[in-house]
């Protein structure tokens, strides 16, 4: 019984991969259900099996990028570092997970633009919106303790958190444009970002 338990998982896991890259190459929209099984190797039903159709695949998927970064945050905003040291390791994280594996998240960026505009997937949008806020409730908080330990100017929690947005952003669509190589180093663009706001 285990090891039918194991086989499951690992078909499971073949057929998450190859949507990953069928969705890179294709799109979510062009995406047809055959295109998935034909790349993994495998037939329509084993992805019923699993999934109930692609949208709970790309759902997966983004879940299984996005979940690792709050739990690595929720472990930094632990540590026994001050407010700044944290906002640097926190923003190192995201942007060196960009760097890691860059042309999946822009093009699960690009799925989530094309779902938003066709209105499709609400529960996507609700999940990566409340995940978004999350993480600006945490960085206005730190940000608020920098100020109040005079670390950081005193500045607009709100500003700062939608530059740190845009910035994060950015990156991202620098990458889409293979413009991000493994030479741009996340340190210094982090360190100039924090250099404006250190008092």
Same mark, same amino acid.
Request: net charge neutral; proline share 2%.
């Given at each position: 019984?285990?090891?039918?338990?194991?086989?499951?998982?690992?078909?499971?896991?073949?057929?998450?991969?190859?949507?990953?890259?069928?969705?890179?190459?294709?799109?979510?929209?062009?995406?047809?259900?055959?295109?998935?099984?034909?790349?993994?190797?495998?037939?329509?039903?084993?992805?019923?099996?699993?999934?109930?159709?692609?949208?709970?695949?790309?759902?997966?998927?983004?879940?299984?990028?996005?979940?690792?970064?709050?739990?690595?945050?929720?472990? *930094?905003?632990?540590?026994?570092?001050?407010?700044?040291?944290? *906002?640097?390791?926190?923003?190192?994280?995201?942007?060196?997970?960009? #760097?890691?594996?860059?042309?999946?998240?822009?093009?699960?960026?690009?799925?989530?633009?094309?779902?938003?505009?066709?209105?499709?997937?609400?529960?996507?949008?609700?999940?990566?919106?409340?995940?978004?806020?999350?993480?600006?409730?945490?960085?206005?908080?730190?940000?608020?303790?920098?100020?109040?330990?005079?670390?950081?100017? #005193?500045?607009?929690?709100?500003?700062?958190?939608?530059? *740190?947005?845009?910035?994060?952003?950015?990156?991202?669509?620098?990458?889409?444009?293979?413009?991000?190589?493994?030479?741009?180093?996340?340190?210094?663009?982090?360190?100039?970002?924090? #250099?404006?706001?250190?008092?």
């Amino acid at each position: 019984m285990k090891r039918t338990k194991e086989q499951a998982e690992e078909t499971r896991r073949q057929l998450l991969e190859a949507a990953k890259k069928v969705f890179a190459t294709k799109g979510f929209g062009a995406t047809r259900l055959s295109d998935i099984a034909k790349e993994a190797g495998m037939t329509r039903g084993a992805i019923y099996w699993h999934f109930k159709d692609k949208k709970e695949m790309l759902l997966t998927l983004a879940k299984e990028e996005v979940d690792p970064f709050f739990e690595i945050i929720y472990q *930094i905003m632990n540590e026994s570092l001050n407010p700044v040291e944290k *906002i640097k390791k926190f923003l190192l994280v995201i942007l060196e997970q960009l #760097n890691k594996d860059k042309s999946f998240l822009c093009n699960l960026n690009l799925n989530f633009i094309e779902l938003n505009l066709r209105n499709e997937l609400p529960e996507i949008k609700s999940y990566m919106h409340q995940k978004g806020e999350d993480a600006r409730k945490v960085l206005i908080n730190l940000i608020k303790e920098g100020i109040k330990m005079g670390e950081l100017k #005193n500045v607009n929690t709100r500003v700062v958190t939608d530059m *740190i947005n845009a910035l994060i952003s950015g990156y991202l669509l620098m990458a889409e444009d293979g413009e991000i190589t493994i030479d741009l180093h996340p340190e210094s663009i982090v360190e100039i970002f924090l #250099n404006g706001l250190k008092t």
